[in-house]
């Protein structure tokens, strides 16, 4: 497919558009058993441990080649499998050619394995999040944690983790299948609990992060993933205005108001 993309490219390229990056679905989700681990899924026959969408072999390859044309990466991974597939896949794209400063990213990442966190920043991968999965809804409680087990699930949603280990991190939306507000995300991302007080307690509270943080994710740190952080991201002289006015301080507020 890499031929094809570089023509879209070529062809779409533009001051409005830049079609410069590559989105690889490497797995499915925890919920249907399509996400891919590390080990099997608990209470499934059969040695179950996920679908991975990119046999690991040909996604080194392929990864490799899109970095030498130029292209981003943007991994959708899910399971701590496929976590590590993606990262080896970058790992191996920069023994080839180096860092050629693409900005590759993995999105979703609601399970890592602990080798695994150095290896964002050694890598300059980005952790891309959408914190408004963070907490212990119906999903995680009755569909993930009795698949996955007590060890693993204290790992889910690793976001202070994450930005302890000195990684970039940044946050998304995954709209429309979640909400665009930011604010929501936001929230939840400080206080590791459902909106609307859907939960009173904090899930994995260890990886909470502060509003300071939370916010560079949803303004400079996306920038930066998106390679426009000299246009846009924070309010600076010579920027472009891409900005809100809000009705109230949000540092003078608590986080569920």
């Given at each position: ?7 879209l490219r ?20 925890l ?29 080194k ?21 496929s976590?590590?597939?993606a990262?080896?896949?970058i790992?191996?794209?920069?023994r080839q050619?180096g ?18 966190v ?24 009755k ?12 790992r ?45 307690t ?35 002289v010579?920027?472009?205005a ?11 507020i608590?986080?569920?108001?």
């Amino acid at each position: 497919q890499i031929d094809g993309i570089k023509r879209l490219r070529d062809e779409y390229a533009s001051a409005l558009i830049d079609p410069g990056t590559v989105k690889i679905m490497q797995d499915g989700i925890l919920e249907n058993f399509t996400a891919v681990l590390l080990q099997p899924y608990l209470k499934k026959p059969g040695n179950v441990r996920g679908i991975p969408m990119v046999e690991p072999t040909l996604l080194k390859q392929a990864v490799t080649r899109l970095d030498a044309e130029g292209f981003q990466v943007h991994f959708h991974a899910i399971g701590d499998g496929s976590v590590r597939q993606a990262l080896d896949a970058i790992e191996a794209a920069r023994r080839q050619h180096g860092d050629l400063g693409h900005r590759d990213h993995i999105s979703h990442l609601e399970l890592i394995d602990p080798a695994d966190v150095a290896r964002f920043r050694e890598l300059g991968v980005i952790a891309n999040y959408q914190p408004l999965w963070a907490f212990a809804d119906d999903y995680i409680t009755k569909l993930t944690m009795p698949f996955l087990g007590p060890q693993r699930s204290s790992r889910l949603y690793a976001i202070g983790t994450l930005y302890r280990s000195g990684a970039v991190v940044a946050f998304g939306s995954d709209w429309p299948v979640s909400s665009a507000n930011p604010l929501e995300e936001i929230q939840i991302a400080i206080t590791r609990m459902g909106l609307a007080g859907k939960t009173r307690t904090p899930f994995l509270p260890a990886e909470r992060i502060q509003l300071p943080e939370a916010l560079a994710a949803f303004t400079i740190n996306a920038a930066y993933t998106n390679r426009l952080e000299k246009t846009t991201g924070s309010i600076e002289v010579g920027k472009k205005a891409d900005l809100i006015v809000l009705d109230r301080n949000l540092f003078a507020i608590p986080a569920t108001a």
